[in-house]
């Protein structure tokens, strides 16, 4: 048996906005855990969590970061590896689970 998803909260920032990239949606956990493992290996923060909109699914976020521009950062980090669109979102606080 596969091993019980593990959605992780994001880190807290101090008040005030915070922004994410939603990388990719999962329909299965093991391959959202794959890819925040590969996030994570670049030293960039991540995190998992189910869709709010549809929670058989898991989403992986990049972040979170205090400004726009912080995550526009990290998302040129990570962009020539995903080969797709990402935009960059605030996050909700406190996130879905």
Do not use: C, H
């Not at 709010?52 to 020539?80: I, M, N, T, Y």
Request: aromatic share 8%.
């Amino acid at each position: 048996s596969s091993p019980e998803p593990k959605v992780t909260v994001p880190p807290s920032k101090p008040q005030g906005e915070r922004y994410g990239v939603l990388v990719r949606e999962y329909r299965k956990y093991p391959p959202a855990a794959r890819m925040l493992s590969r996030i994570k290996k670049r030293g960039l923060p991540g995190f998992v969590q189910r869709d709010p909109r549809d929670s058989s699914r898991f989403q992986v976020w990049l972040g979170p970061f205090s400004s726009r521009d912080e995550a526009q950062a990290a998302v040129k980090k990570l962009r020539a590896k995903l080969k797709k669109p990402i935009k960059i979102e605030q996050i909700e606080n406190p996130v879905p689970k």
